[in-house]
């Protein structure tokens, strides 16, 4: 990620943030904080990281490990003591006992008359449920931090306590704003990796946009090129982020993993996922359901219609979670043993159903950032629909409101086939969808990666379209 590809932005919301900071200087409260959250693996530390060191001013660079409030004070002084803070040694020396008194000897230990930067990574290693690290966080930002022209950047992968640091109630209630920071979208996978638009949405697919597993894929490289030599390498990235990641966001929580693992072998519904994570109980089963929700891992989904329903569907959120789970996970011990063919030649047989479903969540999300267009108005709520026995699905449902929808706007299907285009019998099959849904005659769209071939669509995108939602 030399180039920081897809970061321009949020590298540009850092430095308005600093200069807000440096044209502060002379007034009674300069400073600024900003909280940032993202999953793991996403870059956060890196694009912190790059941002200071080119900003040109001081700045500290502290990572919380989850250690005691001894070692991570002594982490706090060792960091402080390499940085390019000019009183660095204050830490140090002063050996702070609690974290009032380190933000207190940090503060005095930044300049008066220059911006600086402090980031704390990691911050819900410090968080506990009393809030005392909080409280402690908000006292010293108040009494001496705000009042130096400094910008302090908070950073989270736990995304629900991260939200919870800047929400009401809590003590740092509106001290810092929120900037979430999102894995490289289809567009700048494409674009890093020197992809045309339909292998860079399988890029996506695979790699799920994370920096660290596309700085991998050769330029230009195929899938199955990249797959095959990822494979042969039990510690690449596309095999171990998976693992690190679940490690770190449930060390304790073993009923939620196995309830996660029964989504992500593609099981949607309450019932099927309680059978295949062993025969859980129902309000287990909710409570896990609802840890994984809170965490951004899964999606909880229902059916876009005029009616209500209780047919609730999950999947697991991010894509490249979602093909570890189904397809290299289960494999890790052929891999760890030499045989990456094996599970490289599972990948193959399963290839085309599984990313024909991976993908709807991606052209939803492409037809939200794209409309209105030409021939489709813009839609507040864009998802799908199904009924419980599955006799009818709609890939693409748009409408005024979600789940229960006062006015549907537009249904469609999506086709991500290599060489079978979108024909007159996909488009028959839509027809007969709508009339089972409503009997209004709504706009029909597709979705396509090899093309239309019938006549009778009221909006058709291929990749390239669709690829056009997301700026490179």
Excluded at 147 to 158: E, F, N, R, Y
């Amino acid at each position: 990620m030399a180039d920081f590809v897809g970061r321009r932005s949020e590298l540009a919301t850092l430095d308005r943030e600093l200069d807000k900071v440096a044209s502060g200087i002379g007034r009674e409260r300069p400073g600024r904080c900003v909280v940032l959250r993202g999953r793991r693996r996403v870059g956060k530390s890196r694009l912190v990281e790059r941002f200071a060191e080119r900003s040109g001013v001081p700045f500290l660079f502290y990572a919380a490990t989850g250690a005691s409030l001894q070692m991570e004070l002594e982490r706090l002084a060792h960091d402080a003591q390499t940085s390019s803070l000019p009183q660095a040694g204050l830490l140090s020396a002063a050996r702070p006992a609690n974290w009032d008194a380190a933000f207190d000897v940090l503060a005095a230990g930044l300049p008066h008359d220059r911006a600086s930067v402090v980031v704390m990574d990691e911050v819900p290693y410090l968080m506990d449920t009393a809030g005392a690290f909080e409280g402690m966080l908000q006292r010293a930002w108040d009494r001496v931090l705000e009042a130096k022209p400094v910008l302090l950047v908070l950073i989270g992968s736990d995304l629900s306590m991260m939200e919870s640091l800047n929400s009401y109630g809590r003590p740092f209630h509106q001290r810092g704003r929120e900037m979430v920071l999102g894995p490289l979208n289809p567009a700048e996978v494409g674009a890093m990796l020197g992809l045309d638009a339909a292998s860079a949405f399988d890029a996506a697919l695979v790699t799920g946009g994370l920096p660290l597993i596309c700085a991998e894929w050769p330029n230009g490289a195929g899938m199955w090129d990249f797959l095959e030599t990822a494979l042969s390498d039990p510690v690449s990235a596309l095999l171990v982020s998976a693992e690190r990641s679940l490690a770190a966001e449930f060390p304790q929580q073993v009923q939620a993993r196995a309830v996660l693992s029964a989504i992500g072998s593609g099981e949607r519904t309450f019932s099927n996922i309680a059978r295949a994570a062993g025969g859980i109980g129902a309000t287990p089963l909710q409570r896990s359901l609802g840890i994984l929700v809170d965490k951004r891992v899964i999606a909880a989904e229902l059916p876009i219609s005029t009616r209500p329903s209780k047919d609730r569907r999950y999947r697991v959120a991010d894509p490249y979670l979602r093909f570890w789970l189904k397809l290299l996970g289960p494999a890790m011990e052929e891999i760890e043993r030499g045989r990456g063919d094996l599970a490289l030649r599972r990948i193959r047989e399963s290839w085309t159903s599984w990313r024909g479903r991976a993908i709807e969540p991606l052209v939803r999300e492409a037809l939200a950032r794209l409309l209105p267009d030409a021939h489709l108005p813009a839609a507040p709520a864009i998802g799908g629909y199904w009924t419980r026995t599955n006799d009818v699905e709609i890939d693409i449902v748009g409408a005024d409101r979600a789940p229960i929808a006062k006015e549907l706007l537009f249904l469609g299907s999506v086709k991500w086939l290599e060489s079978s285009p979108f024909d007159r019998h996909d488009l028959a099959a839509l027809h007969r969808h709508r009339a089972m849904l409503t009997p209004d005659p709504l706009p029909l769209v597709a979705a396509s990666r090899s093309g239309i071939d019938c006549a009778g669509l009221d909006a058709a995108y291929g990749p390239a379209d669709l690829l056009a939602a997301w700026p490179s």
